[in-house]
């Protein structure tokens, strides 16, 4: 296995498949098939429905309707402010934290409303990790960062606890460059690496979905590369739902794409975010059925 | 290519030579004398203060200074007493603020409802009480601690109870400021793990603020180990001649009893007192470079 990745992080990005040209992006054919070829295999983990984000009286994004699909990666695409982050942070409830933030509407996941009274914020977090915008590793050595995880959650025993750390590492595509420099510091490695330790960090309690936040927007196209061939190498394993500014990942990456604009309604003076469309990448990057959409991913808006 | 022509024809003076006028330069060194009169007036007060100090004692800087217990000759009088009565009290007063203060600071800035009219109340008291005089905590003491309700009497325990009050409003306000520099990123990242609150606090917070809190603390132990008003209202100013053994056994302490000898008619009483004086000097530099290491020790390793 870790052959297999070495192969995949030397490839970089450019060589998991032939891009066929669309707009001035290219969108990678293996990623268009499963999207596009009304599989009914497609089965639906996680569903958002009339979701709305008050920040105090300021309505931040309505009206969001989207599927996250097993075996998928699904994009969130957009201008600066139109609550791609707010609407990915509800997914896992981290706005739960910030105290002015009210959500409506509800995010089903696996039948459970996550804001219903059956969900707890902890173990849903658990459940749906997260990797965010800049690298966060926590002032520990590599190995507590990801132990930490496990730890929190339970009592795992140290041959357990180690298994679970390489394990971890080697799904994130790290282990080889840090196994034998555990126990130092996580801040001593890269911004790639620290990026790709928090996915680690994050992979070690298993979780069943992943949520990433602009996880490239601060690393180099090298790191980049290596964080896309690992969320291609993992998505079988755990659908990921993506925030990116960067049109040309959503393409390369994603099997569904949802474009979100900015609105300002009648009664408001703030802009609010919408949800204008979400369909397959595919059809987002080549014939997308909104004309909003087609001028943001053409550079005409944003 | 005519360079030349370039440069004259520019807006610019032809040469790259310094205009600035005499006059601009001579007030840049008019104010560099002011900031150097400055430093030196600070610094030669405190070297001429240390110097006649150091002259005047160092007669008296042997060992039976330490060894020694106050006598009526001045040839035997030692200062034990009041070094083993300011440890008992600065270490005592020293726990109880670092417990008490670190615990309202986690309340306060963790737990408790920042926009809310108590929590306000509450720290504009704190910083309100960082400020009183300190012969105000000493009233206080007497009235409420060594007499009254309480009743210890002129002991330790008394002491240290006064000097916990005076101490503890610093070491909530630099404890919290500890707090509050933990970067949000570090909350984030535990919480999407599915950690909790508490353990997001105590396995991640706190120890990423134990510089701060460290500084901070050890500052405000500074402070009492040189603190001599409000115990002189509280039965520190007395000939002792035996170490505490507890909270209840009469004490003095290191800043009365220098202003016990200072104050002899004896020169040599005086000279006893200067050496006294350069304990205390002593013990509070170490104290402000223990500070700086655990400062520097939980940086570093990070």
């Known amino acids: 296995m870790v052959e297999d990745m070495n192969k995949v992080m030397n490839s970089g990005v450019s060589s998991s498949a032939s891009p066929s040209k669309v707009i001035g992006v290219s969108v990678y054919s293996d990623n268009v098939q499963s999207a596009e070829g009304n599989t009914p295999a497609l089965e639906m983990i996680m569903e958002s429905q009339d979701l709305k984000v008050h920040y105090g009286s300021y309505l931040a994004v309505r009206d969001v309707n989207l599927q996250v699909h097993k075996n998928e990666i699904t994009a969130l695409i957009g201008p600066s402010g139109c609550g791609k982050s707010t609407i990915l942070r509800c997914f896992n409830r981290m706005n739960d934290l910030i105290p002015t933030a009210k959500v409506s509407g509800s995010v089903i996941y696996r ?129 990921i739902v993506i925030v990116t500014h960067n049109m040309q990942q959503a393409a390369r990456v994603s099997n569904r794409t949802a474009f979100f604009n900015t609105e300002v309604d009648a009664d408001a003076t703030r802009p609010t975010g919408v949800l204008v469309e979400y369909d397959s990448t595919q059809k987002i990057f080549s014939a997308p059925s909104d004309p909003r959409t087609e001028q943001y991913i053409s550079g005409r808006m944003g | 290519m005519n360079v030349n022509a370039d440069v004259v024809g520019s807006r610019f003076a032809p040469n790259l030579r310094d205009s600035t006028s005499t006059a601009r330069k001579s007030r840049d060194k008019i104010f560099l004398l002011v900031l150097w009169f400055a430093t030196l007036c600070a610094v030669l007060t405190l070297f001429f203060l240390i110097l006649t100090t150091l002259l005047k004692g160092a007669g008296r800087l042997n060992l039976s200074l330490v060894t020694n217990f106050p006598s009526p000759f001045p040839e035997d009088a030692g200062i034990q007493s009041a070094i083993f009565g300011s440890l008992w009290v600065v270490i005592t007063s020293g726990f109880a603020s670092l417990f008490i203060g670190l615990g309202s600071a986690i309340y306060l800035e963790e737990f408790a409802n920042s926009t ?26 007497l009235a409420f601690v060594a007499r009254g309700w309480l009743g210890w009497g002129f002991s330790v325990g008394t002491a240290s109870a006064v000097l916990t009050m005076m101490v503890l409003p610093v070491v909530v306000v630099s404890s919290r400021e500890a707090l509050k520099a933990v970067p949000p990123s570090l909350r984030e990242g535990s919480y999407a793990l599915g950690a909790t609150k508490w353990q997001t606090i105590r396995k991640q917070v706190i120890p990423a603020a134990v510089p701060g809190i460290a500084t901070g603390s050890i500052l405000g132990v500074s402070r009492a180990l040189g603190e001599s008003a409000p115990l002189i209202l509280l039965g520190a100013l007395a000939y002792v001649s035996s170490n505490p053994s507890g909270f209840g056994s009469d004490y003095t302490v290191l800043p009365l009893i220098i202003m016990k000898f200072t104050q002899d008619a004896q020169d040599e009483f005086r000279a006893v007192g200067a050496a006294a004086i350069i304990v205390l000097l002593v013990l509070l530099v170490s104290l402000n470079l223990l500070a700086i290491v655990i400062r520097d020790r939980s940086r570093k390793s990070w």
Request: hydrophobic share 40%.
């Open chain 2, 116 to 141: 809310s009219r108590i929590t306000r109340l509450i720290t504009l008291n704190i910083q309100t009480l960082a400020g009183v005089p300190s012969i105000v905590f000493g009233i206080l003491g």
């Open chain 1, 111 to 239: 039948g459970i409303d996550l804001y219903g009274p059956d969900a707890n914020a902890g173990e849903v977090r658990r459940r749906i990790g997260m990797v965010f915008q800049k690298p966060n590793p926590f002032p520990k050595s590599i190995f507590d960062n990801v132990a930490f995880g496990p730890r929190v959650n339970g009592k795992p025993s140290k041959q357990e606890t180690e298994e679970l750390v390489e394990r971890s590492l080697k799904r994130a595509a790290l282990w080889d460059e840090v196994k034998d420099r555990l126990k130092q510091s996580a801040f001593s490695l890269s911004g790639g690496q620290q990026q790709r330790l928090c996915i680690a960090r994050a992979l070690a309690v298993d979780p069943d979905v992943l949520l990433m936040d602009e996880p490239c927007s601060a690393l180099d196209p090298i790191a980049t590369g290596r964080i896309e061939d690992l969320m291609h190498e993992i998505k079988g394993e755990y659908p």
